[in-house]
């Protein structure tokens, strides 16, 4: 770990060149040559920082472009392996301490190896605001009744648009992104990378695998008739993220959420290295345990409570709430 991506994939930069994704919004409408795309910040209005975090050197802030709600999101990016070198002989050092054997220095780097990953989302919502804001979560236990009464309800009505999937099923956005796709309409998928990972290197590799079948919201859904589709990503997302960025199948944590944000069926593929955010116990779901799970009884994830996490201002913790599902919280 720690190679550039570049490195790996010299003979690939072609078919998959890292362009800026137009997003639908006419804010970012741009003019063919990205410039639109370039000053688009210069125009955002800051409103509110939802969440920051020094350990992760993130940033969230909620704001405004032209009169809409966005969402920026900034991330110093790792420092790769490969640019240690150029790091190291083209920075200029300023002495801040020193003090025995002891030193401290601020070190600027040339701005190619100074960049900021950032991530635009507008027009955003309030969902996406609550998404990102810091907040008390507490665990809920979903019994099959309640996902019947309380759970199901709430996806049809609120949940996040899957607008996004679609264009990238339809290959209307990140078309050049894509790693490997199988069309079968059954147990077909498109695997690219995931909108968190800046694809620069492969310490933070996240890619996610979106299925091509549209009725499958969740794990929730997952039954024996889906064993072929699961098994399908598994093997074939393994072999082209070996082929792609020789990164092994024993270095991968495969797995999907529950509850997940977005409610068409996709697994996550994460750099077992990279302590990705949700591969926590009380989200993620191995996607081999999951198959395993669906063997053993078909309707496993049908009948069996599921626990995860829900945020003190999710609506969805409102209606367990009501339910009485969350006595002590
Ligand atoms: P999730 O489990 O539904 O929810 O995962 P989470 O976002 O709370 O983890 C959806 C995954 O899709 C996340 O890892 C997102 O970063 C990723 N994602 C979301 N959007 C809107 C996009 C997108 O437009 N393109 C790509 N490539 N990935 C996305």
Redesign the pocket.
């Known amino acids: 770990m720690g190679d550039s991506i570049e490195k790996s994939q010299e003979n690939q930069e072609e078919s998959c060149p890292r362009k800026k994704?137009k997003t639908a919004s006419d804010t970012n409408k741009n003019s063919g040559d990205g410039s639109a795309d370039q000053s688009i910040l210069s125009k955002f209005q800051i409103k509110k920082v939802l969440r920051d975090s020094t350990r992760e050197k993130n940033i969230f802030i909620h704001g405004e472009i032209d009169d809409q709600e966005a969402i920026v999101i900034l991330e110093k990016t790792p420092i790769g392996q490969d640019t240690l070198v150029e790091l190291l002989k083209d920075s200029s050092l300023q002495l801040k301490m020193k003090n025995d054997i002891y030193s401290n220095y601020l070190l600027i780097p040339p701005a190619h190896l100074n960049d900021i990953k950032t991530s635009l989302?507008c027009p955003a919502t309030q969902k996406h605001v609550k998404?990102y804001q810091v907040q008390e979560t507490f665990l809920v236990e979903e019994t099959e009744e309640d996902y019947r009464s309380i759970t199901l309800p709430y996806i049809q009505s609120q949940s996040f648009s899957v607008q996004?999937v679609y264009?990238?099923l339809e290959k209307k956005?990140?078309v050049e992104?894509i790693v490997f796709e199988d069309p079968d309409p059954k147990t077909g998928f498109v695997l690219?990378?995931?909108?968190?990972w800046d694809t620069k290197q492969l310490d933070d590799l996240?890619l996610?695998a979106i299925v091509r079948q549209k009725d499958i919201k969740s794990l929730r859904d997952l039954r024996s008739e889906h064993i072929p589709l699961l098994e399908n990503i598994l093997k074939k997302g393994q072999e082209a993220i070996l082929q792609r960025y020789s990164v092994p199948a024993c270095k991968l944590r495969i797995y999907?959420?529950y509850q997940?944000?977005?409610?068409h069926l996709?697994v996550?593929f994460t750099s077992l290295s990279h302590d990705a955010?949700?591969s926590g116990v009380e989200r993620a779901h191995l996607l081999s345990d999951v198959i395993l799970n669906v063997k053993a009884n078909p309707t496993y994830y049908q009948h069996r409570p599921l626990t995860f996490t829900l945020r003190a201002d999710d609506n969805l913790a409102s209606k367990f709430r009501e339910a009485g599902k969350l006595p002590d919280c």
């Open positions: 994704q989302i998404k996004w264009n990238i956005a990140e992104r690219l990378p995931d909108f968190k996240y996610i999907l959420h997940p944000s977005y409610y996709h996550h955010p949700g």
